[in-house]
């Protein structure tokens, strides 16, 4: 445990150092200023619509994948870059827990920048109507896309150098465009495992997120079994590569 921890404490250091943490404050502040500006003077009802229209969108569809896809691919990919890696591997511990403390690293990191960004704009709505039970579900909908996002491109980063251009297209072409396009695909939309945990919580947010949901079932239990099995999947896959690593 205490090797877990303190390979999270060096990764999230590692992650957030820099400008790179400025960068992401100011983009999560986006979907509050958004909602903030485009509120006023509206009745308590449409207060709630536009905040299940603009500030939503833009958490999920835009901080989110961009946070996720920097800090997933950066965990493993950058130390193997920079060739640091083959320290970090030297130590007696078992493969999959490295990779898990990537991952986990990655994930509180995301989480940290994106649960702000849409409990900001969440917070918005109480200030305006005295409503502030959107707080929690936007906050924890983040957290759960997060995790998904995290755990694809956790793998990404560790194959590629170029993780980020591939998983920018992932994000605005596939994610943004084609599943949009084709509603049966909705089921691997991995933005809409948010969403979904989000309208489990919010039913009331369906008559505004039902559209963009397609075929993916509300429930924030069936959100939060899905993000797990792919977490696993992605922390067995780079603990099996570490491996391999080691007997190269």
């Known amino acids: 445990m205490k090797a877990f921890l303190a ?4 990764t999230l250091r590692q992650l957030l ?4 943490l400025l960068a992401f404050g100011l983009l999560a502040l986006v979907p509050a200023v958004v909602m903030f500006l485009a509120s006023r003077d509206l009745t308590e009802t449409a207060v709630v619509e536009r905040f299940h229209e603009a500030p939503v969108a833009i958490v999920f ?3 989110l994948p961009v946070v996720a896809l920097i800090l997933g691919a950066s965990a493993l990919g950058d130390e193997r870059r920079d060739g640091t890696l083959s320290f970090l591997i030297l130590r007696p511990l078992p493969r999959s827990s490295i990779a898990a403390a990537k ?3 990655a994930w509180a990191g995301t989480t940290a920048i994106v649960g702000m960004s849409a409990a900001l704009a969440a917070a918005v709505v109480g200030i305006r109507i005295g409503d502030w039970s959107y707080i929690a579900p936007a906050a924890f909908a983040a957290a759960v896309s ?4 995290n755990a694809v491109f956790l793998l990404l980063g560790y194959f590629t150098s170029r993780a980020v251009l591939l998983g920018l297209v992932y994000v605005f ?3 943004n465009g084609v599943t949009f396009a084709a509603a049966s695909l909705a089921n691997v939309s991995l933005f809409r495992i948010g969403l ?3 309208a489990g919580l919010v039913p009331e947010s369906l008559v505004q997120l039902d559209e963009v949901l397609g075929s993916v079932a509300p429930g924030a239990g069936g959100a939060v079994a899905k993000v797990l099995v792919v977490a696993v999947l992605a922390v067995l896959a780079a603990g099996s590569l570490l ?3 080691d007997l190269l």
């Open 243 to 245: 491996r391999r690593r």
């Open 7 to 10: 390979i999270t404490r060096v």
């Open 61 to 63: 569809l835009i901080v």
């Open 173 to 175: 072409i596939w994610e």
């Open 196 to 198: 979904s945990a989000y």
């Open 103 to 105: 991952l986990f690293a």
């Open 17 to 20: 150092g820099g400008k790179r």
């Open 146 to 149: 997060a995790l998904a996002y």
